[in-house]
């Protein structure tokens, strides 16, 4: 039941959409209209109204709206006889246009009445239309109506029109019937065709038809032009930003009335405050929200190329393309996972012959696949191709200088191959036209951590790589924790942060220019807070004790508080004064000119009226863990 209420309300927001792009379309069909009978020679008038009624019966033969279809397809094989100089129009042939336009106004607007319309004698019409461009490539002339009808009887007694055809197609008449009277019989020799009453009808030799006349009643009700409204409204992204900053705003403002004040009101006081100003800002927050399948859809032709250029055979599959997420983190990781779909398809996929010769199928696979849990959108691209081998990941690192033999060889698989992700570094020898220049997958990495994402990997070699992106579902709201550290307060985003705990000076070992202790059977790295924001050049942070400074201040008894963050799979601890609670902030990044400054990402005001400065977890680890000579011992001990 869940899974068909889902389904249900997918396919009433498409048809909103739908409706939203349809009422646009059959806008600008009325206009072009309204200029190309000013300037019948408006050859960009014609190719508009081609264009738009192709798109539209596009959109309503994939939404299932089967009449919306086969009058547009009818329009549109018209404007293409415009279009070709096949045909030339006259008042007669604007007047029926603007009815059919009206009709197709009618369906669309019907499929949220529910009110049926009916189209067929219009759509007659405008095939008799085509029919006679085709057939005659001339112009056709509007023919005057009969005003003597000849009256006659037929078997039923009533009133029969009767006109006399011709052999000549071109001198046959339109009949009016004037009065509504049951459906009439027009013969003409060996031909008989029915008339509807109220209708223009046009007889046509033996060999013409119209449409379905025969099994469908054709419209005889006089569809009016109306003014319609959809009921969506596009908004440009830049006014959704700044209603969000100015929610935003709000939320600080009620957390700093609550706090201010605390002890004097109870908190049912402001509850109905809290409730409503929550609801707004993550209403606000949902309208930004967009399917990942919006981007997803676009890789196809991303991965052809890319196939093409390796001269592979691949496929793409997509999965979970419902899956909603901030439409700024998804403009912002656009070109990373163009990226890493052509990567999959350059170091991952084999050759044919070369998938043949491993006893897989001579076409491989890459899966785009997107999912949500708790709070964050989970992105993976998985191809079953050869893996990665983290010997040859090493190997390659060495002799790129990126790391020493004696480092290289302390490092665990899983470090070792994330070292891709290191700027200038490419597996293969070759340089092609996707791989081998030694960038993207850094960028790919700034890209994620700039979001407050996470990237990880799994490989098996000849089975195939999984790379899996973790990022925050919206950039409005952050959870983080926050502690106390000199009397001022920070925060950390959760996405990094592992586990907090407390240890004791006797728990923590000094090893080379670092400090060590055992966290769930793992050695971690330890790094005292305040030593890290102590240093005056970040340059030098491998001088001699730089990070026993606070350590070998600390009374044996005193409990130290630690949180213990993580990135790409390496962990720290870092040593705090204080751990205060978690909470939701909206953080606002540094403005000019302390944009600069190396471990703050952005600030927000808590409900206290404070600043609070976010870490910038991604570029902390980054440094701590840097390779050089003077480090190897840091480095070691990061798995």
Do not use: W
């Amino acid at each position: 039941m869940k899974d068909k209420s889902q389904m249900d309300s997918k396919e009433l927001e498409y048809k909103e959409l739908f409706l939203a792009e349809a009422l646009e379309n059959h806008e600008e069909l009325n206009r072009l209209m309204t200029e190309l009978e000013k300037n019948s020679s408006n050859k960009n008038a014609i190719n508009a109204l081609f264009r738009i009624t192709h798109t539209l019966k596009g959109n309503a033969s994939g939404m299932g709206f089967e009449d919306i279809t086969k009058l547009s397809h009818t329009l549109e094989d018209l404007f293409n006889e415009i279009r070709s100089g096949k045909l030339q129009v006259d008042a007669t042939i604007f007047n029926d246009l603007f009815k059919a336009i009206d009709t197709l106004g009618a369906l669309i607007n019907s499929l949220k009445t529910g009110q049926p319309v009916r189209y067929q004698g219009i759509k007659a019409k405008l095939e008799v239309i085509i029919r006679k461009a085709t057939e005659n490539n001339e112009v056709i002339s509007p023919i005057a109506p009969i005003e003597q009808p000849i009256k006659t009887k037929a078997r039923s007694g009533k009133n029969t029109l009767v006109t006399k055809a011709t052999d000549s197609p071109s001198t046959l008449a339109p009949v009016h019937v004037q009065e509504r009277v049951a459906p009439l019989t027009a013969t003409t020799g060996a031909t008989t065709a029915t008339i509807e009453p109220g209708v223009e009808q046009k007889i046509l030799p033996q060999e013409s038809t119209i449409g379905n006349q025969e099994t469908e009643k054709p419209d005889t009700e006089k569809v009016d032009a109306q003014i319609t409204f959809s009921d969506l409204v596009q908004v440009p992204v830049k006014k959704l930003d700044n209603l969000l900053n100015l929610v935003s705003e709000l939320t600080i403002e009620r957390d700093r009335l609550v706090a201010m004040h605390m002890g004097k009101l109870s908190k049912n006081e402001y509850s109905r405050l809290q409730r409503i100003s929550s609801d707004l800002q993550y209403s606000v927050m949902d309208v930004r929200l967009v399917q990942v399948g919006f981007l997803f859809n676009k890789f196809h032709r991303v991965l052809r190329d890319a196939a093409a250029s390796e001269n592979k055979k691949v496929s793409l599959k997509l999965e979970g393309t419902d899956t909603e997420i901030d439409r700024n983190i998804l403009q912002i990781i656009s070109d990373s996972l163009i990226h890493l779909i052509r990567n999959s398809v350059g170091h991952g996929i084999e050759t044919p012959a070369e998938r043949l010769n491993a006893g897989k199928a001579e076409t491989g696979t890459v899966t785009l696949r997107a999912s949500t849990d708790k709070d964050s959108v989970i992105i993976e691209i998985q191809d079953d191709g050869k893996g990665i081998d983290h010997t040859i990941i090493r190997k390659k690192a060495i002799e790129k200088g990126l790391i020493s033999k004696e480092a290289a060889s302390q490092l665990s698989e899983m470090d070792c191959i994330m070292y891709i992700f290191e700027p200038g570094f490419s597996s293969v020898d070759q340089v092609t036209s996707i791989s081998g220049r030694g960038v993207g997958m850094d960028v790919v990495k700034k890209a994620i951590d700039a979001v407050g994402g996470n990237i990880s990997l799994f490989t098996k070699v000849g089975q195939g790589t999984v790379i899996k992106l973790s990022l925050p579902s919206s950039m409005a709201v952050k959870g983080t924790l926050l502690f106390e550290l000199d009397r001022t307060e920070y925060a950390i985003p959760l996405t990094y942060t592992e586990a907090v705990g407390c240890l004791y000076k006797k728990d923590i070992h000094k090893v080379g220019n670092g400090l060590v202790a055992t966290h769930l059977g793992k050695t971690i790295s330890i790094v005292f807070l305040k030593d890290l924001f102590a240093l005056n050049d970040y340059s030098h942070h491998s001088r001699e004790g730089v990070f026993h400074t606070s350590f070998d201040r600390v009374s044996p008894d005193e409990k130290l508080s630690i949180i213990i963050v993580s990135y790409h799979n390496r962990r720290v601890g870092l040593v705090v004064d204080k751990l205060l609670q978690q909470k939701e902030i909206i953080e606002k990044p540094l403005a000019k000119p302390v944009d600069v400054v190396k471990f703050i990402s952005g600030v927000t005001i808590l409900g206290n009226g404070n600043i609070c400065l976010v870490l910038n977890i991604t570029a902390m680890i980054s440094y701590i863990f840097r390779i050089s000579n003077t480090a190897t011992q840091l480095q070691s001990l990061s798995a």
